[in-house]
């Protein structure tokens, strides 16, 4: 497996953190600090600063300020405010500490780029004897995805959009044209995102495969950040777009769907998968299911 150094977690959210020449790859950060923690668990409960300040015994100005990165909570306080907001206490105050970060490589069969400008990840999952390959949200610079495909070389086969927010699929249309072979694959909830390409998409529903090599890649609907949110698990591979990140969860951002359905999403069906499973997370760095379940705030149990 390629190993990468780590960039401190002082480097800034939305920074894209660049390998010195010479260096290996940098890890990006995680992708939420305890700010957006404590937000996303705010706005998922309904809780504003004056319920939670009824709830913890904390001046209401105080947790306006730690909400916004003012303040940052001792560990007590810290705690009191993860148990009013449904978090697991000792998770939270580790994120508030910067006392975690996932120590986990990418796979070898998995090649890393940034969606340039976007801050958002993107992945090439490719069988090394067949040169075979799965683009994992198509977004950014297409000129940048097409050479990565060329510098492989590989046979783009498939074309895997997890989510429909253009950070993850904004480039579909192009990398489309320059491989009409490659087979598209998106939820249908969130196929209308890719416009005149959803009448040649493989309009997904939960459950679904399609054959890559001798395995085969598999959909999971997880529905909460959009309601067509897909993770696609291959082998101990799982990509998991906006879902799942290390140490976080995504937004609730779906028509239908809500705060509750994440999680739901995520207990249910990531973390049923193996612990070994590697987590590749459309934002911040790789992670595994055993980690996120030791260390995720947004789960109580272990």
Not at 60 to 84: C, D, K, M
Request: charged share 25%; net charge negative.
């Amino acid at each position: 497996m390629m190993t990468f150094s780590i960039v401190p977690l002082s480097t800034r959210r939305g920074q894209v953190p660049v390998a010195m020449r010479g260096e290996a790859p940098r890890m990006p950060p995680l992708e939420d600090d305890y700010t957006d923690i404590m937000r996303k668990a705010q706005r998922g409960t309904g809780k504003g600063a004056i319920v939670l300040a009824r709830e913890t015994g904390l001046e209401e100005s105080f947790l306006r300020a730690v909400a916004n990165g003012r303040e940052q909570p001792a560990e007590e306080q810290a705690r009191r405010i993860a148990r009013a907001l449904s978090l697991d206490p000792g998770k939270f105050a580790d994120a508030v500490f910067q006392r975690w970060h996932p120590a986990t490589a990418l796979p070898n069969d998995v090649r890393h780029h940034i969606n340039a400008p976007h801050p958002s990840n993107g992945y090439l999952l490719f069988l090394e004897q067949t040169r075979i390959a799965a683009l994992v949200d198509p977004a950014g610079m297409p000129e940048r995805l097409l050479r990565a495909v060329a510098d492989g070389p590989f046979h783009l086969r498939y074309v895997l959009i997890t989510h429909k927010h253009a950070d993850h699929c904004d480039a579909t249309a192009e990398v489309a044209r320059a491989f009409p072979e490659a087979r598209i694959l998106i939820h249908r909830h969130d196929a209308s995102a890719i416009g005149a390409l959803e009448h040649r998409a493989m309009k997904l529903q939960d459950g679904e495969h399609v054959p890559f090599g001798e395995a085969e890649i598999r959909v999971l609907h997880t529905p909460g950040h959009t309601d067509g949110s897909v993770c696609y698990l291959f082998r101990n591979l799982v990509f998991t777009g906006d879902t799942l990140f290390a140490g976080s969860v995504g937004g609730a951002m779906g028509d239908a769907s809500t705060y509750g359905d994440i999680l739901h999403s995520i207990r249910m069906r990531l973390f049923a998968l193996d612990e070994q499973s590697v987590v590749l997370p459309g934002h911040g760095p790789p992670t595994t299911i055993a980690q996120e379940r030791s260390h995720n705030p947004f789960f109580t149990e272990s």
